[in-house]
């Protein structure tokens, strides 16, 4: 599998820790210590339809093809403004892939490697020649903006990438799911309480709406999945930690990248950090971080790469990628 183009899009608005501190108890400190972040981008309305649109014109501008030449869209989320239609038919009128037959995936912080890996499928199956694949978050509208343990952590944007079959790159993938810890990290619920017996507004938003998580749960799984996951992916392809140029990791909080780096033994300059820009944008960490890499030259054509991410479910994966 080979990248034909790559792109990414936030919201101009830009939240820093200071302005957090205005509306709960939290300070810069805090939260550039234990995670990293110092800013975030916030959608003022924009979908995550619009913002993976965005992202996704970047790319086909990128890759220098015709919309039209795109014949399948899968769409990593969990935030749809909609669940019907779907974000990637929204994205499809957007941009004109008019061709393209398009689907969403959840997987949450996964989604994006979720989507890299079911798109190697369908291209080492023929089934497809050229496939956009996008992960875009609004984890603003998802957000309990009252809640100082998890308001700080997020952001919002997009990235995209199109892929095309190419025998001589490799491509090699594990993941996993482990749905009996899922309770560790919830959001999103769409069960309106005591919607079937009054219409009362005050009522209607779901408990199990905004995200809730047990954080230093999360952290635990984490730092010991993603090294794993990384180990089994590398023995897989038959590489050693060495072998690797650049280890692209989803963006979650600088500490979990730090013990990555220590229990795999490998430098953290092999490990580019974007996360003090944007948060943790979930699905649209790995692709905005993987774009921001190409254009600034960091990434070559012959590299050897490895993405790793995790997320709720709970799930998780790795990819070794030649690029
Ligand atoms: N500002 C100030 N104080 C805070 C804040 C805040 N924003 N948030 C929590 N605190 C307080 C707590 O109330 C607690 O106070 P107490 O000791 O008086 O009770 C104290 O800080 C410590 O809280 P902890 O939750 O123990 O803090 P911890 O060191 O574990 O850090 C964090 C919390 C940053 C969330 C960490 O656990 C973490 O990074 N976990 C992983 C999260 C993650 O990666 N999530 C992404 C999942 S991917 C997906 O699918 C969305």
Not at 259 to 275: C, G, Q, T, Y
Not at 288 to 294: G, M, P, V
Request: hydrophobic share 40%; charged share 20%.
């Amino acid at each position: 599998m080979h990248i034909l183009g790559t792109g990414s899009y936030t919201p101009k608005r830009v939240v820093t820790n200071d302005d957090l501190a205005t509306i709960v108890d939290t300070n810069d400190e805090w939260i550039s210590s234990r995670t990293g972040i110092k800013e975030r981008h916030i959608s003022e309305g924009e979908t995550s339809a619009e913002l993976g649109a965005r992202a996704a014109l970047k790319a086909i501008e990128d890759a220098a093809i015709d919309p039209l030449d795109i014949d399948l869209i899968i769409l990593a989320s969990f935030t749809p403004d909609l669940t019907l239609p779907n974000v990637a038919c929204q994205i499809q009128e957007k941009i004109g892939a008019f061709n393209a037959t398009c689907y969403d995936l959840n997987a949450a912080c996964s989604g994006f490697l979720f989507g890299l890996s079911s798109a190697n499928a369908y291209l080492v199956s023929g089934m497809y020649r050229n496939i956009l694949v996008i992960g875009s978050e609004t984890m603003s509208r998802t957000i309990d903006w009252s809640d100082r343990s998890t308001c700080v952590l997020f952001g919002d944007g997009a990235g995209a990438a199109i892929l095309t079959a190419d025998n001589e790159k490799a491509y090699v993938a594990v993941s996993g799911s482990d749905g009996v810890k899922g309770k560790v990290l919830t959001g999103g619920g769409t069960i309106l309480k005591n919607f079937l017996i009054n219409s009362d507004t005050a009522n209607i938003v779901a408990d199990t709406f905004y995200i809730k998580m047990d954080g230093q749960e999360v952290f635990k799984f984490a730092v010991s999945k993603v090294p794993e996951c990384i180990n089994q992916v590398l023995e897989k392809a038959g590489k050693t930690p060495d072998d690797i140029d650049y280890y692209i990791l989803h963006q979650a909080n600088v500490r979990i990248i730090s013990s990555v780096a220590k229990r795999l033994h490998i430098s953290e300059d092999k490990i580019p950090v974007n996360l003090h820009k944007y948060g943790n944008t979930s699905a649209a960490s790995i692709p905005i971080l993987l774009d921001e890499l190409r254009r600034d030259g960091t990434l070559k054509s012959g590299q050897k790469i490895i993405f790793s991410g995790f997320g709720g479910g709970l799930t998780w994966g790795a990819s070794y990628m030649e690029i």
